[in-house]
């Protein structure tokens, strides 16, 4: 990966093209960099007031999630002082919005019947049907509707009876013809009952085609590929973000989906003696999710650049993206190893407000380390070369 030096020596003086425009912008982080604990970080309002102001692209990128895009970034415009839409904001599962119609790997899923876990109550099941997925069941559907599946359901049954619904399909193992098939499992947000969502999943990925209370003939066959593991038809299981740890407002940080996804790994693992997991996992610092986040910040800025004197007309190229986060193996690590097709470079900026501990090494080494997002967007100009103030 090129140097900061020697990228800025390639860009000298970029931060305008010929035409007056901003050929840089933007991408944000939340928790730890914009928020602690749903409180904004001093500085975070007046930075990002500053870039709407003067007209300078940005988008959030983040790997929470549990609420669907149009309600969060209405709750983050009013605690940040700035407004915000959808055009410029993409949190974890966002990108799942696309196989609803299905991608170059994923047969459309939009009519087939998927698992839906994590988040609060049943949010992840309404921002689900939201992007369009038809049939959506929680593990609290399951749970409700067949109590045996799990020895401990008493101790949560009061929290899911207010967010269930009845299943699509009865779970009848005896004829599975009839019984209920799902056909994806997506961890959309941290799961809050790890031993449920972890126990149902297990079943699932043990299953023959998916059908809920079935075991497939085929496990730990030797004959067959992986020892006969996932070889049956099982669905297709997707999480949205791997952060082991996230920054709340525990003086330590928590953790998040990737602990749940660790301790899923251990089970399968003892349960198949070390047998391959076909997983998908987006989020930072996956290249897919930054594919996805520089297509929408493309777009967001076009809209922005293209209409700054209610004209239309083409803008030029994006040269340089400023990742600013606060966790060294998401944000830093995903900006570091992202090599867009569209030729624009990724610098990344790690801020100490958030999950990065001052006095450690970062694991993934950032091109800077600054105080806050305030100082962030400060360094960033003057990179640029920009000549506006900012106080």
């Not at 010929?18 to 904004?40: E, K, N, T």
């Not at 001093?42 to 870039?51: C, F, I, N, Q, V």
């Not at 990737?258 to 996992?281: E, M, N, P, R, Y």
């Not at 777009?299 to 209610?310: I, N």
Request: proline residues 6%; hydrophobic residues 35%; charged residues 25%.
């Amino acid at each position: 990966m090129p140097t900061l030096k020697s990228r800025r020596m390639s860009n000298a003086g970029a931060g305008l093209a010929a035409d007056g425009m901003p050929s840089f912008a933007f991408a944000f982080d939340i928790d730890g960099v914009l928020l602690r604990s749903s409180q904004p970080i001093p500085g975070a309002p007046e930075a990002l007031e500053y870039l709407h102001d003067n007209n300078i692209p940005f988008i959030l990128l983040t790997n929470g999630g549990g609420k669907h895009e149009s309600a969060r970034v209405a709750e983050l415009s009013k605690k940040l002082g700035v407004p915000l839409t959808e055009e410029n904001f993409v949190q974890s599962h966002t990108p799942f919005k696309q196989l609803v119609e299905g991608s170059d790997t994923v047969d459309a899923l939009e009519d087939k019947t998927i698992l839906v876990t994590g988040g609060d109550g049943d949010k992840c099941r309404r921002v689900a049907e939201q992007y369009g997925f038809k049939n959506v069941v929680t593990p609290g559907d399951i749970l409700m509707a067949y109590p045996s599946i799990w020895p401990f359901n008493q101790i949560f049954s009061d929290y899911y009876q207010n967010n269930t619904r009845p299943l699509p399909k009865p779970v009848d193992f005896r004829n599975p013809d009839k019984s209920l098939k799902i056909d994806a499992v997506f961890v959309f947000n941290d799961p809050r009952d790890w031993a449920l969502d972890s126990q149902i999943i297990l079943d699932l990925l043990l299953s023959k085609d998916g059908v809920l209370g079935t075991y497939s003939d085929k496990n730990g066959d030797s004959s067959l590929p992986n020892n006969g593991w996932l070889q049956d038809g099982q669905p297709m299981l997707f999480f949205s973000n791997p952060d082991l740890f996230w920054a709340t407002d525990h003086h330590l940080p928590r953790l998040g989906q990737g602990g749940f996804q660790a301790s899923l790994q251990g089970v399968w693992d003892a349960t198949t003696k070390g047998a391959a997991l076909s997983k998908t996992i987006i989020g930072k610092p996956h290249a897919a999710t930054y594919k996805y986040a520089e297509n929408v910040l493309q777009k967001h800025r076009a809209d922005l650049l293209g209409g700054v004197d209610r004209m239309k007309r083409d803008v030029t190229k994006l040269d340089r993206v400023f990742m600013v986060g606060d966790n060294p193996e998401s944000d830093i690590r995903g900006a570091n190893e992202y090599e867009s097709t569209d030729g624009t470079e990724w610098t990344s900026v790690l801020v100490k407000t958030g999950v990065f501990r001052e006095g450690t090494e970062p694991a993934y080494k950032p091109d800077v380390i600054v105080k806050d997002v305030f100082d962030a967007v400060k360094w960033a100009l003057k990179q640029e070369g920009w000549k506006r103030h900012i106080d």
